[in-house]
Protein backbone atom coordinates (compact mmCIF):
# COMPACT_ATOMS: atom_id res chain seq x y z
CA UNK A 1 0.00 0.00 0.00
CA UNK A 2 1.62 3.04 -1.14
CA UNK A 3 0.40 6.04 0.32
CA UNK A 4 0.29 9.84 -0.85
CA UNK A 5 3.11 11.94 0.14
CA UNK A 6 1.18 13.28 3.13
CA UNK A 7 -1.38 10.41 3.97
CA UNK A 8 -4.84 11.36 6.15
CA UNK A 9 -4.56 10.85 9.81
CA UNK A 10 -6.40 7.14 9.15
CA UNK A 11 -3.86 6.54 6.75
CA UNK A 12 -0.87 6.97 9.06
CA UNK A 13 -2.69 5.44 11.96
CA UNK A 14 -3.15 2.49 9.94
CA UNK A 15 0.23 2.04 8.53
CA UNK A 16 2.12 2.66 12.07
CA UNK A 17 -0.64 -0.16 13.67
CA UNK A 18 0.29 -2.69 10.51
CA UNK A 19 4.11 -2.17 11.42
CA UNK A 20 3.71 -2.48 14.78
CA UNK A 21 2.67 -6.18 14.05
CA UNK A 22 5.86 -6.57 11.72
CA UNK A 23 4.13 -6.43 8.50
CA UNK A 24 6.99 -5.21 6.50
CA UNK A 25 5.44 -3.53 3.61
CA UNK A 26 3.86 -1.26 6.70
CA UNK A 27 7.07 -0.45 7.55
CA UNK A 28 9.00 0.11 4.91
CA UNK A 29 6.13 2.76 4.13
CA UNK A 30 6.85 4.34 7.14
CA UNK A 31 10.74 4.30 6.30
CA UNK A 32 9.43 6.07 3.00
CA UNK A 33 7.29 8.73 4.84
CA UNK A 34 9.90 9.38 7.56
CA UNK A 35 13.08 8.95 6.52
CA UNK A 36 13.80 12.97 5.15
CA UNK A 37 12.24 14.35 8.47
CA UNK A 38 14.35 11.77 10.73
CA UNK A 39 17.64 12.74 7.81
CA UNK A 40 16.84 16.67 8.32
CA UNK A 41 16.72 16.73 11.90
CA UNK A 42 20.04 14.56 12.23
CA UNK A 43 21.78 16.32 9.60
CA UNK A 44 21.04 19.59 12.00
CA UNK A 45 23.03 18.08 14.77
CA UNK A 46 25.86 16.45 13.27
CA UNK A 47 26.20 18.75 9.81
CA UNK A 48 27.86 16.30 8.33
CA UNK A 49 25.36 14.58 5.24
CA UNK A 50 27.19 11.25 4.76
CA UNK A 51 27.52 10.45 8.38
CA UNK A 52 23.73 11.69 8.78
CA UNK A 53 23.04 9.04 6.10
CA UNK A 54 24.30 6.66 8.56
CA UNK A 55 22.52 7.95 11.52
CA UNK A 56 19.19 8.08 9.88
CA UNK A 57 19.61 3.98 8.51
CA UNK A 58 20.55 3.57 12.14
CA UNK A 59 17.30 5.10 13.24
CA UNK A 60 15.08 3.01 11.26
CA UNK A 61 17.51 -0.11 12.58
CA UNK A 62 16.61 -0.12 15.85
CA UNK A 63 12.85 1.30 15.18
CA UNK A 64 12.78 -1.80 13.17
CA UNK A 65 14.27 -4.16 16.26
CA UNK A 66 12.14 -2.40 18.66
CA UNK A 67 8.68 -1.93 16.73
CA UNK A 68 7.40 -4.96 17.71
CA UNK A 69 7.10 -3.48 20.84
CA UNK A 70 5.65 -0.62 20.21
CA UNK A 71 1.87 -0.14 21.09
CA UNK A 72 0.61 2.41 19.10
CA UNK A 73 -1.98 5.13 20.40
CA UNK A 74 -1.52 8.83 18.24
CA UNK A 75 0.74 9.61 15.58
CA UNK A 76 1.86 12.53 18.13
CA UNK A 77 3.01 9.66 20.40
CA UNK A 78 4.86 7.85 17.62
CA UNK A 79 6.57 11.07 16.20
CA UNK A 80 7.91 11.12 19.95
CA UNK A 81 9.10 7.50 20.21
CA UNK A 82 10.81 7.71 16.28
CA UNK A 83 12.36 10.79 17.22
CA UNK A 84 14.10 9.85 20.35
CA UNK A 85 15.19 7.03 18.71
CA UNK A 86 17.13 9.34 16.27
CA UNK A 87 18.08 11.39 19.52
CA UNK A 88 19.34 8.83 21.11
CA UNK A 89 21.27 7.63 18.08
CA UNK A 90 23.09 11.02 17.62
CA UNK A 91 23.86 10.93 21.16
CA UNK A 92 25.71 7.58 21.27
CA UNK A 93 27.47 8.65 17.97
CA UNK A 94 28.69 11.54 19.76
CA UNK A 95 29.93 9.86 23.08
CA UNK A 96 32.00 7.61 20.82
CA UNK A 97 33.33 10.08 19.18
CA UNK A 98 33.69 12.58 21.07
CA UNK A 99 32.99 15.78 19.30
CA UNK A 100 30.38 18.60 19.38
CA UNK A 101 27.13 18.50 18.05
CA UNK A 102 27.17 21.40 15.77
CA UNK A 103 24.20 23.06 13.95
CA UNK A 104 23.72 21.77 10.40
CA UNK A 105 25.35 23.47 7.18
CA UNK A 106 23.56 21.46 4.96
CA UNK A 107 20.06 22.97 5.78
CA UNK A 108 20.96 26.20 4.73
CA UNK A 109 20.24 27.11 0.97
CA UNK A 110 22.70 28.18 -1.37
CA UNK A 111 20.35 30.67 -3.56
CA UNK A 112 23.20 32.59 -6.64
CA UNK A 113 24.95 34.51 -3.60
CA UNK A 114 27.78 36.44 -4.72
CA UNK A 115 31.18 35.28 -3.05
CA UNK A 116 30.65 38.37 -1.08
CA UNK A 117 27.39 37.28 0.69
CA UNK A 118 28.56 32.96 0.68
CA UNK A 119 31.41 33.97 3.10
CA UNK A 120 29.21 36.30 4.78
CA UNK A 121 26.19 33.83 5.11
CA UNK A 122 29.26 31.42 6.51
CA UNK A 123 29.90 33.72 9.59
CA UNK A 124 26.62 34.24 10.44
CA UNK A 125 26.49 30.47 10.22
CA UNK A 126 29.56 29.58 12.20
CA UNK A 127 28.50 32.66 15.25
CA UNK A 128 25.30 30.89 15.25
CA UNK A 129 26.91 27.20 15.66
CA UNK A 130 29.04 28.74 18.66
CA UNK A 131 26.67 30.58 20.20
CA UNK A 132 23.98 27.23 20.14
CA UNK A 133 27.22 25.56 21.84
CA UNK A 134 25.99 28.08 24.98
CA UNK A 135 22.86 26.78 25.40
CA UNK A 136 21.81 23.75 27.27
CA UNK A 137 21.44 20.21 25.14
CA UNK A 138 17.50 20.60 26.06
CA UNK A 139 17.91 24.50 24.62
CA UNK A 140 19.26 22.98 21.51
CA UNK A 141 16.52 20.15 20.98
CA UNK A 142 14.00 22.36 21.54
CA UNK A 143 15.01 25.09 18.52
CA UNK A 144 16.07 22.23 16.35
CA UNK A 145 12.52 20.92 16.14
CA UNK A 146 11.09 24.27 16.38
CA UNK A 147 12.76 25.94 13.28
CA UNK A 148 14.79 23.26 12.07
CA UNK A 149 11.72 20.80 11.72
CA UNK A 150 9.21 23.34 11.44
CA UNK A 151 7.26 21.10 14.76
CA UNK A 152 4.33 22.32 16.63
CA UNK A 153 4.68 22.77 20.24
CA UNK A 154 2.35 20.07 20.95
CA UNK A 155 4.79 17.65 18.60
CA UNK A 156 8.13 18.59 20.74
CA UNK A 157 6.67 18.61 24.08
CA UNK A 158 5.37 15.03 23.30
CA UNK A 159 9.19 14.12 22.05
CA UNK A 160 10.99 15.62 24.64
CA UNK A 161 8.06 14.03 27.34
CA UNK A 162 7.32 18.05 28.68
CA UNK A 163 3.89 19.75 28.53
CA UNK A 164 3.39 22.37 25.82
CA UNK A 165 4.07 25.27 27.97
CA UNK A 166 6.99 24.22 29.13
CA UNK A 167 8.08 24.13 25.97
CA UNK A 168 7.01 27.66 25.19
CA UNK A 169 9.14 28.59 28.40
CA UNK A 170 12.22 26.27 27.33
CA UNK A 171 12.06 27.87 23.58
CA UNK A 172 11.69 31.37 24.71
CA UNK A 173 14.61 31.25 27.27
CA UNK A 174 16.66 29.63 24.05
CA UNK A 175 16.00 32.15 22.10
CA UNK A 176 16.54 34.94 24.76
CA UNK A 177 19.63 32.97 25.63
CA UNK A 178 20.81 32.89 21.65
CA UNK A 179 19.94 36.53 21.34
CA UNK A 180 22.29 37.69 24.62
CA UNK A 181 25.20 35.70 23.08
CA UNK A 182 25.17 36.63 19.63
CA UNK A 183 24.92 40.20 21.10
CA UNK A 184 27.52 40.07 23.28
CA UNK A 185 29.56 38.21 20.41
CA UNK A 186 28.56 41.19 18.09
CA UNK A 187 30.61 44.26 20.62
Do not use: C
Not at 32 to 51: E, G, M, N, P, T
Not at 97 to 124: C, I, N, Q, Y
Amino acid sequence: MLLDAEPSEEQLNEVIRRAATLDREAYGELYRLYVDRIHRYIAYQVSDRVLAEDLANQVFLRAMQAIGRYEHRSIPEFNGWIYRIAKNVVVDNWRATRSTVPLDEALVAERGETLDAHFESLARREELREAMQSLTEDQRQVLSYRFALDMSHREIAQIMNRNEPAIRALQFRAVAALRKVMAEDAR
